[in-house]
């Protein structure tokens, strides 16, 4: 099993949803970085559940940083956050064992593992464990932002209704930043709302597509080929649960689109190089342009639903119903919002690293 991500700077990510604890090991941040552990809880909060559009299972999130930080900073050597598992029900999932959830990867585990996984809540599988994700992004997100870099993702569209576009990076990215539901248009959010209550009225789900803006980052990051912006960070992306597509810049609708419509022309601003527009999402050749960054991932609607559904009981042999019970949530993009800004924050350090050192990021 592959847990850890990154090159000059790695994250390994350990437990599972219904263990003693979820968690995550930082490595190869430099001694001297500050560590603001009143972010990392704001970040964790972002994370939470909200109300009626959300799972009823809510944690605490009380963290512990075990190694690698001292007075503040980081020492250097590796850095494990834990953080406890306190309101877990795992009878919801012992009386269904075997009967593969539709959307999950209750099955797949099961092959994969010889019957030997935690099926609890989906065990290492779960999005529970994107807690520890977020708890060490936190450290990069703060870094970045030192470094005049800044995250902001906003719901591009739920549930087929459409937010406002980004118009002003810096503002817009402050907003978000202590938004817990992370749109730019109050109407928009409005509408998101009702909409998922209605599908959790139904005993359904929704999902959405997320797009992120990413600013500061110098020209001349990233690699050619099989370390370039775009390859880096969809790799990343893709292993948040529930990410199904990733685009940069115009993405897709490329395809529908001249050379002459998608090519951004170049042009001097105040003495620096930047282009009129921005469809290639600020990555020419893999390769930070200065411009803004931007890339969007669809998230797929919750397949944890009440529903009833066929399946297979892989242990049977038999095709079976399933209506899933338990505390699940009818819409997860606005909670992974800030996953995708912890992936991002990750990504970016670990790129940045490799132009720069790692003693840069101090």
Known sequence: MKNT?????????????????????????PAGVNVDESFISHQLDLRRPIGKISTPRHEADKFSI????????????????????????SGDYSKKYGKARPGHADYTAYVKYNGCEDYRGGGH???RITAGLVAAGAIAVDLLKNKGIYIGTHIKKCAGVNDEPFTDYKKDTELLSVAQFPVLGEAAKNEMIS??????????????????????????V??????????????ALFSIPAIKGV???????????RGSQMNDEF??????????????????????????????????????????????DFISGEEVSLSVSGRHDPCIVHRARVVVDSIAAITLCDLLSQKFGTDWLV
């Not at 090159?7 to 995550?24: D, K, Y």
């Not at 075990?66 to 029900?89: A, D, Q």
């Not at 909409?195 to 001349?220: H, R």
């Not at 190089?273 to 290639?280: G, L, Y």
């Open 5 to 29: 991500f990154g090159n000059n700077v790695s994250v390994t990510l350990f437990g599972e949803s219904h263990g003693a604890a979820v968690g995550a090991v930082i490595d190869g941040l």
């Open 66 to 89: 075990v190694s690698g930080v001292f007075n503040g900073k980081t020492t250097g050597t590796p850095i494990c956050v834990l953080i406890p598992n306190e309101n877990t029900k």
């Open 125 to 127: 599988f779960s999005g």
């Open 195 to 220: 909409a998922i209550e209605k599908a959790a009225e139904e005993g359904d789900s929704v999902g959405g597509v997320l797009e992120t803006a990413v600013t500061g980052v110098p020209v001349g």
């Open 222 to 235: 990233g690699e050619p080929w099989f370390d370039s912006v775009e390859s880096v960070i969809a790799h």
């Open 247 to 257: 685009e940069f810049g115009a993405g897709f609708g490329c395809a529908d689109m």
């Open 267 to 312: 042009k001097l601003e105040n003495g620096a190089i930047t282009t009129k527009t921005n469809n290639n999402g600020g990555i020419n050749g893999g390769i930070a342009n200065g411009m803004p960054i931007i890339f969007s991932c669809a998230v797929k609607p919750t397949p944890s639903i009440s529903k009833t559904q066929n399946t297979v």
